[in-house]
């Protein structure tokens, strides 16, 4: 699981190597894309983030200029997302430094020259990649690892999702204080999901694994629009889960699917929220603060078969 991570150094470019550079640009690592992988577990990641922030790719030259372009814009962004208040690098000396260290984030999809460790902040399009990599371990192995390579699985691969709108306005929590009305769904979220034959529950007769993910975006009725987005394994006799009651209630099912089904299945359920690049600063800062210290994503069964526990960086 912490394959992808291991090539980072965190002695290069690290904190202690930018301590005493006042411009903070001037530290910036120029990052040298050599080339980008295909491999499905690559694929996944560009599919699950960098198609939806930059367009669709193409061949090498083209990802390449994606990549530098993004890191120019995700340089950009730190500085106005810290302008925007954003706590983890915004507010003091030590947040300053966090800020600098972020900047040379080991860039994601391409092989670089220059190896950096990972800024591991919730906004950044890169560790979202890494993340999105290691839950596609987690499923491959769960829908592959007893079929002959290039075989289909055995099992059936169900994807659906429905969208849920959540206040903004702030609500009463649980200690008394303040919470922002996504936190409180985020946390009620975590309690339902798990319930044996709760509503839109990702533990349904017959699945076998389950993945959820809480896709989020500003919605035009100025609450969050929460597309709640599960993968889901099921044995080939199972029945289908209950339907959803939304408009919006999505609905595949695939049987013997092969790795390109899942990981289309992958990338749509665990897609970059783009407003946190592209959106305004102040949305992109509160929506961070909602779901700081909750889980907006869940793995079950047999999904969770091959990790210890969740990913380090679990969003
Ligand atoms: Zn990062």
């Known amino acids: 699981m ?6 980072s150094t965190p002695s290069e470019g690290g904190e202690g190597a930018e301590q005493a550079a006042p411009p903070a640009q001037a530290s910036a690592v120029a990052f040298t894309p050599l ?16 198609v939806p922030l930059m367009g669709p790719g193409g061949d090498d030259p083209k990802i390449l200029d994606q990549v530098g372009r993004l890191i ?14 954003l706590p983890e690098i915004s507010g003091g000396e030590r947040q300053g430094r966090r800020l600098r260290f972020a900047l040379n ?12 460790a990972c800024c591991n902040l919730a906004f950044c399009p890169f560790c979202w990649a890494r993340w999105v990599y290691e839950v596609w371990v987690n499923i491959e192995h769960a829908f592959f690892a007893d079929a002959p390579p290039g075989a289909t699985s055995p099992q059936d691969l169900i994807y659906r999702s429905a969208t849920q709108r959540v206040h903004v306005s702030f609500t009463p929590d649980h200690g008394g204080g303040v919470a922002d009305g996504l936190a409180a769904y985020a946390l009620r979220r975590t309690k339902i999901r798990n319930r044996r034959g709760a509503e839109f529950g990702l533990r349904c007769p017959g699945v076998v694994g389950g993945f959820e993910m809480l896709h989020v975006n500003p919605g035009d009725d100025g609450r969050w629009a929460v597309n709640i987005r599960q993968v889901l394994m099921a044995t080939p006799g199972a029945p289908d889960p209950a339907p959803v009651p939304a408009k919006d209630y ?11 089904a899942v990981r ?15 959106g305004e600063p102040a949305v992109a800062v509160r929506y961070l603060a909602a779901r700081r210290r909750r889980q907006i994503s869940a793995m079950t069964g047999g999904f969770r078969n091959k990790a210890a526990g969740p990913p380090d960086n679990a969003p």
């Not at 912490?2 to 090539?7: K, L, P, V």
């Not at 080339?35 to 960098?50: G, I, M, T, W």
């Open 2 to 7: 912490q394959g992808e991570r291991m090539d």
């Open 35 to 50: 080339y980008a992988p295909r491999r499905h577990q690559d694929v996944v990641r560009r599919h699950a983030v960098l």
């Open 72 to 85: 120019a814009q995700r340089r950009a962004r730190l500085y106005a997302l810290a302008d925007a208040g």
């Open 105 to 116: 984030c080991k860039p994601s999809f391409v092989v670089t020259k220059e190896q950096t």
């Open 250 to 260: 999505r609905y595949e099912r695939t049987q013997r699917p092969g790795r390109l």
């Open 264 to 278: 289309d299945a992958v990338a749509l359920a665990n897609r970059y929220p783009t407003f946190l690049m592209r």
